[in-house]
């Protein structure tokens, strides 16, 4: 049986016909000043080679006429040191379907990478169309990734006065928890609206009650919602006609469903869902547990700083033992021990603190955090090998590299020469490492790859390299000196570094 809405306003027909439709988003007609959001850690592109050896691709650079869509970033290439025309030359169906397609929850070098790409300025593929395909899937990545915060920062400076790309703000608005900015934007052009229950909820939201409950009658009575959507939207609407009901769980939820139940006191649990809905648990809305897993998922992915996720971290002592609570106190006694400068309490506490990242593969994020704070001190025990591996993780490998010239392992001594892109293939020990090895020998790209460079499909070229990566990440090796020697190649010298460093630490797909 349907639910028949008792709302008195719903009498009064009248306030249907008062809500009329603008001609545009006032706010869409203004500069939006949108801040610069780097992706985490922050990576350093396009720099001068290291080897003598390394090429980089000469990219012709042509202007613009108009902006498109496909065009906007958030990062101008004076940050990420790449051509204006790194889309340009590639077909728009190919750089749609690569960055779909990429993998990197597993690998810290490629996420940073990837990100760089997703928020870069730059030209749109030669036959990009006005529905801005590319645009779209950035959008869609960096939601996948959980960089929600980077995402809706990217549609607010492109503008979303087209329904695809308004449907993507709308949810993103849900997780940040902007839905009136979005609402507003929607009473006023609802033409925009992504669907009759995003309608229905603006309307409330914007104070509309009667005609909400009006446009819920009629969207029920011509089927234009599910019975599952009607009943949510009902309940949202009067939770006092449902007051001794149970609120059924929804088979499929989305952002719109997952803030609903939110508000009428049912909220579900972000665990099972995917990863942007993580974002929601950090807007002081959940306890201190969801937060700090919430924290944990966004931060595997870079899409939570290491500040963030050390700040969630140390926000109040543990309230029990066991999992969680068991990371957050190896955390805490670390953090303490390297407050006080205690070096032999450093070397007690760092093994736990270690082994507690690994199992939730945060190393990067802690590495980034400690890892130069770790290097210069003198340690003991296992703590002294683990402070160097998390300083080869760090902004800081290079200087760890030089600074611990009497490690005596081979392996430590094969990472050392790595760091500074001179690794001795006489130390490797593995097929991995000497696939490694390999690619810091290799002078010239592959014949195809650099057909592509003399075309100008630097971001093509850059994408496949890290589809390579995740290949050889799972043990294709030649795809491992194929994908890091076509980095270099390319310029991108410390990422290929930071990459082959993390297979070898890291230990991921093996």
């Known amino acids: 049986m349907r639910i028949r809405l008792t709302f008195a306003a719903l009498i009064f027909p009248a306030a249907l016909a008062a809500q009329q439709p603008l001609s545009a988003i006032d706010w869409l007609k203004q500069d939006i000043a949108v801040p ?261 998922r966004l931060a595997k992915t870079g899409a939570l700083s290491e500040n963030q996720l050390l700040g969630i971290y140390t926000t109040r002592s543990p309230a029990a033992s066991g999992g969680i609570w068991d990371r957050v106190a190896a955390v805490q006694n670390l953090d303490k021990a390297i407050t006080a400068g205690d070096a032999t309490a450093i070397s007690a506490a760092l093994p736990a603190a270690w082994a507690a990242m690994q199992s939730v593969q945060l190393e990067v994020p802690f590495a980034q955090f400690y890892g130069e704070r770790l290097a210069p001190l003198s340690l003991s025990g296992p703590a002294a090998q683990q402070a160097y591996h998390m300083a080869l993780l760090s902004n800081g490998y290079e200087a760890a590299a030089r600074g611990n010239a009497a490690q005596t392992s081979k392996i430590d001594r094969f990472l050392a020469g790595l760091a500074l892109g001179t690794p001795d293939a006489a130390l490797a020990e593995t097929d991995q490492e000497r696939a490694i090895a390999a690619a810091f020998t290799i002078q010239q790209p592959e014949p195809e790859t650099a057909a592509m460079l003399a075309q100008g499909q630097l971001g093509e070229v850059i994408l496949l390299a890290m589809t390579a990566y995740t290949s050889g990440a799972a043990g294709n090796l030649v795809d491992i000196t194929t994908s890091l020697a076509t980095l270099r190649s390319v310029g991108l010298e410390d990422t290929a570094r930071r990459a082959a460093i993390q297979l070898i630490l890291l230990k991921r797909g093996v």
Not at 196 to 210: E, Q
């Open 36 to 296: 610069v959001v780097a992706a985490r850690p922050k990576p350093t592109l396009i720099e001068p080679p290291i080897s003598q050896s390394v090429i980089v691709p000469q990219v012709a650079v042509t202007t613009l006429d108009q902006p498109t869509f496909d065009a906007v970033g958030l990062l101008p290439s004076s940050v990420t040191g790449l051509p204006a025309s790194l889309w340009r030359p590639s077909h728009q169906a190919d750089l749609v379907a690569l960055i779909a397609a990429q993998e990197v929850d597993d690998y810290p070098a490629m996420q940073a990478l990837l990100y760089t790409l997703l928020l870069a300025e730059a030209e749109p593929a030669s036959d990009a169309g006005p529905d801005a395909p590319l645009l779209q899937a950035r959008i869609d990545k960096l939601r996948d990734l959980g960089a929600i915060d980077q995402a809706q920062a990217l549609l607010e400076r492109a503008g979303v006065s087209t329904p695809p790309l308004f449907a993507r703000w709308f949810d993103l608005t849900l997780l940040t928890g902007d839905e009136d900015k979005a609402c507003d934007a929607l009473n006023r052009q609802p033409k925009l609206s992504p669907s009759y229950s995003a309608r229905i909820f603006c309307l409330a939201r914007g104070g509309d009650w009667s005609t909400a409950a009006l446009t819920l009658e009629t969207a029920a009575a011509l089927r234009f919602i599910t019975l599952e959507q009607e009943r949510l939207l009902a309940q949202f609407l009067d939770p006092d006609l449902f007051e001794d009901e149970p609120v059924p769980t929804p088979s499929v939820p989305d952002p719109l469903t997952v803030r609903m139940m939110e508000a009428i006191g049912e909220p579900l649990a972000t665990a099972p869902l995917p990863r942007a809905f993580a974002m929601s648990d950090l807007r002081n809305t959940s306890g201190w547990k969801a937060e700090l897993e919430a924290g944990e």
